[in-house]
C-alpha cells in the first residue's frame, strides 16, 4: 500500500515560526507582568502603577490559557498536530475577555490613550484569529495530522 504524502511548502513553516515566536513573546510578557517585582513596579510612573491594581486575579489565570495555549498550539503547528487548532480555540477564548477587560475595565485608555491602549489588544485577537484560520487551513491541506 502506498502512501501519498503531501509536501508541505516553505511559506507554511515561515508562518508557524512567526506564530511560534508571537506566541513565546506573549509567554514573556505574561511572566514580565505576572511576576514585576517591587523594584521595577516602582520605577514606573504612578498611573501605571496603578494599572497594575485593576487586575483581578482571573485576569491572570486567563492570560496564563492565553499565553501557554497558543504557544502551546505554535508548538503543536511546528510539529504539524492537528490539536494545535484546538489550542489556539482555548487561546483565543481566554483572549477575549482578558482583552475587553484591559481596555473597557481599567483605566488604560486614560493612562496610554485610546490608539496605544486598543492598538495591542487588537493585534491580539487579529492574530488568534488568524491563526485559528491558518491551523484549520492547515488540516484541510493535510499539512496537519
Known amino acids: 500500500m502506498e502512501h501519498y504524502k503531501q509536501k508541505v511548502p516553505v511559506w507554511f513553516w515561515m508562518i508557524a ?20 517585582t517591587e523594584e521595577a513596579l516602582a520605577k514606573l510612573p504612578h498611573a501605571e502603577r496603578e494599572l497594575y491594581g485593576d487586575y483581578p486575579l482571573w485576569t491572570t489565570i486567563i492570560f496564563a490559557i492565553a499565553v501557554f495555549g497558543g504557544f502551546i498550539g505554535s508548538i503543536g503547528l511546528v510539529l504539524r498536530k492537528k490539536w494545535a487548532k484546538l489550542a489556539f480555540i482555548l487561546s483565543l477564548c481566554a483572549i477575549i475577555p482578558q482583552m475587553i477587560h ?11 490613550g485610546p490608539g496605544q ?22 488540516i484541510h491541506k493535510k499539512w496537519l495530522k
Not at 481596555?103 to 493612562?111: A, D, L, P, R
Request: a neutral charge.
Open 17 to 36: 515560526v512567526v506564530f511560534l515566536l508571537w506566541n513565546f513573546m506573549g509567554v514573556l510578557s505574561f511572566f514580565a507582568h505576572t511576576f514585576i
Open 102 to 112: 484591559n481596555v473597557f475595565f481599567t483605566k488604560s485608555m486614560e493612562v496610554y
Open 117 to 138: 491602549a486598543a492598538t495591542m489588544p487588537i493585534m491580539v485577537v487579529v492574530f488568534g484569529v488568524l491563526i485559528i484560520w491558518f491551523a484549520h487551513f492547515s
